[in-house]
């Protein structure tokens, strides 16, 4: 028997989970609030939905604790089950059932009582605006009404805490909007703390009143979206250089107060100017004299990309990359004769 | 949380029968190589002695129990294999992480299984009247359906064992292949598996198919190659082992 601790919805120490020797999740730590809407950023293959299987009893942790909803997901399984909801990544409706029959399914499950459960059915139907296709068989669905569902069958039992693995994964971008409107309304009206994984960079800033940043199992950065694109210091300002990086120019930049950071990547130079607007003629003219020729500039608020860039030394975009070239290898390599 | 969930048995089972009216072509497909079989092998040795069955006995009467028996091994391991659709399609993880215990989801699995397997045992025979089938008695009719349940259940137990060791769907057409088949070559269904070697007859002893189609012979036709406890008794441990084994193996699978 674990220590009870309702304070949080989640409270996570040192929580690690290896598969035959790879730390997929690296002795994480941190608390959740009740009514939060807490996000889980990170590349595919960071250790999100590694990490959200164990806070759903559905792996078990290699060492360290967990306890959702005041519960040890180690000793109190059954009582963690009955407090959370869990959307997943992939599909997980039966095709062959209707809508409402999928909520049935679910609502018998966790025990609910007849009267309860027709009750509960159309209000979360009708939360998700699915009441009238509430009969169809799943398989006539679309994307997104299938998220949609999946989003109420994670309400129908009243959850004190919600799972949603990557909930707008695969869904066109208008389809994304309404999916991230629905996360927003529940987590006000039903009161429920939602913990979300996500490797779009809007959406944990849009949606999270927390995030936090997941590289290699591991979190490298944690905090609300505001604050972590605050504390880069200033606006972003990349430049394309059109002879390659110069040390010169570099240094003499370094020189200014208004600089905060500097990086090199991948053929850009990416700078952190506070109020970048007033400084842009100033690095052009420095440019200038050090004979560097710049062919493009960029100024923009910092997003949580420039975070991630700033914890990890790489974009989500070339983690990305790098995975979608090593599954495609992999699945070559499987799909030999 | 009680190890028995009775709520969640009931919905597991209903989603099991609602699938299954759904499925017409399933259904079908699965009902048409026993009928197909029937209808050739029965008029094509209709007339022939077969070494081995006994004086007097038709052989369409001997081979109708068998074709059952090929209907309940291939619904039932299909049943129990249709954990690994549940695995493909995510629904697994669904009900995996609700507060229903294990013991209660591979119950309800069974008793699903075994329903419509029995159903569409029982199809079987019908249709088999029309091709002139006589069954002896009316509680031989209601034994054979007890023979049936139990035969199900051994083999959904063996599918959901199988399907805990498998990951994904490519076995399954070896698991066909490779252990269906033999199975019921080896159960008599057929031709008697006296007429096989020595040793092959051996493991025909080892299969719970054999008891379960010489059961039902000898409560539909009152012809059996062993007395009619034997072949209960036999049928039964076959059971047991193979729901723990099933059991056990599902507790250990990993659902993600």
């Known amino acids: 028997m674990g220590v009870q601790d309702n304070a949080y919805a989640i409270k996570v120490e040192n929580l690690t989970k290896k598969f035959n020797g790879n730390t997929a999740v690296d002795s994480i730590s941190f608390v959740v609030e009740k009514g939060e809407l807490f996000g889980l950023l990170g590349p595919n293959g960071a250790g999100k939905t590694t990490t959200i299987n164990m806070l759903a009893t559905l792996l078990v942790p290699t060492s360290g604790s967990a306890f959702v909803a ?13 407090s959370i909801g869990v959307v997943f990544q992939e599909t997980a409706l039966d095709n062959r059932l209707t809508g409402r029959e ?11 009582k007849k009267e309860e459960r027709r009750k509960r059915i ?28 999946e989003i109420a069958r994670g309400l129908v039992h009243r959850p004190d805490v919600l799972f949603l693995d990557e909930p707008s994964l695969g869904l066109d971008t208008q389809t994304r909007r309404h ?95 506070r109020n970048a607007d007033r ?22 608020k910092p997003s949580l990309e420039d975070v991630f860039l700033r914890y990890t030394g790489r974009t989500m975009r070339d983690q990305e990359a790098s995975q979608t070239e090593r599954s495609r290898e992999m699945a070559r390599r499987r799909h030999k004769p | 949380m009680s190890m028995i969930n009775l709520n969640g048995i009931y919905i597991i089972w209903l989603r099991e029968m609602k699938t299954f009216i759904r499925a017409k072509s399933r259904v079908v497909g699965m009902l048409m ?27 369409l009467q001997y081979l109708v129990p068998g074709m059952v028996g090929l209907t309940m091994i291939f619904t039932s391991m ?52 029309f091709l002139g089938f006589n069954v002896s008695s009316a509680p031989g009719f209601i034994i054979s359906i007890a023979f049936m349940a139990l035969i199900s259940v051994a083999f959904i137990g063996m599918g959901l064992a199988i399907a805990s060791k498998l990951k994904d769907m490519q076995g399954f057409g070896l698991i066909m292949n490779f252990l269906i088949f033999p199975l019921l070559f080896l159960s008599g269904a057929i031709f008697p598996v006296n ?40 049928l039964f441990a076959f059971c047991v082992i193979m729901v723990f084994a099933g059991a056990y193996l599902f507790e250990k699978s990993e659902s993600v």
């Open chain 1, 102 to 112: 999928n909520l049935e399914f679910h609502s018998v499950m966790y025990g609910m």
């Open chain 2, 78 to 129: 299909f049943a129990g294999m249709s954990v690994l659709w549940d695995r493909q399609f995510g629904f697994l993880k669904e009900i995996m992480v609700t507060p229903v215990s294990r013991v209660s989801i591979v119950i309800g699995r069974i008793l699903g299984g075994t329903t419509t397997a029995v159903i569409q045992g029982i199809g079987i025979l019908v249709i088999s009247l």
């Open chain 2, 195 to 234: 007429n096989l070697p020595a040793v092959v007859s051996y493991i025909a002893y080892l299969n719970p198919l054999t008891y379960g189609i010489d059961g039902m012979r000898a409560s539909l036709i009152g012809v059996s190659s062993m007395p009619i406890a034997i072949d209960i008794l036999a």
């Open chain 1, 70 to 82: 005041g519960y040890d997901v180690l000793t109190q399984r059954d009582e963690v089950r009955n």
């Open chain 2, 33 to 59: 190589m026993p009928i197909l079989l029937l209808g050739f092998l029965g008029s094509g040795f209709g007339g022939a002695m077969l070494p081995g069955i006994p004086e007097g006995v038709g052989y």
């Open chain 1, 279 to 300: 400084h842009i003629p100033e690095i052009f003219t420095i440019a200038e004299s050090r004979g560097v020729s710049i062919s493009c500039v960029n100024i923009r």
């Open chain 1, 122 to 149: 159309e209000e979360v139907l009708a939360l998700v605006e699915l009441s009238d296709k509430a009969d169809l068989l799943v398989e006539k669905y679309s994307g997104g009404m299938k998220r949609r569902l």
């Open chain 1, 179 to 273: 999916i991230w409107d629905y996360v927003r309304k529940l987590n006000k009206e039903e009161k429920v703390t939602i913990i979300l994984t996500t490797h779009y960079m809007e959406e944990a800033d849009y949606l999270c009143d927390r995030v936090a940043i997941v590289d290699h199992g591991k979190i490298v950065a944690l905090d609300s979206p505001k604050n972590l694109k605050d504390a880069l210091g200033g606006d972003v300002v990349s430049l394309e250089l059109d002879g390659g990086y110069s040390d010169d120019f570099e240094a003499e930049l370094k020189t200014r107060e208004w600089l905060k950071r500097i990086d090199r990547h991948d053929g850009t130079l990416n700078l952190k100017v």
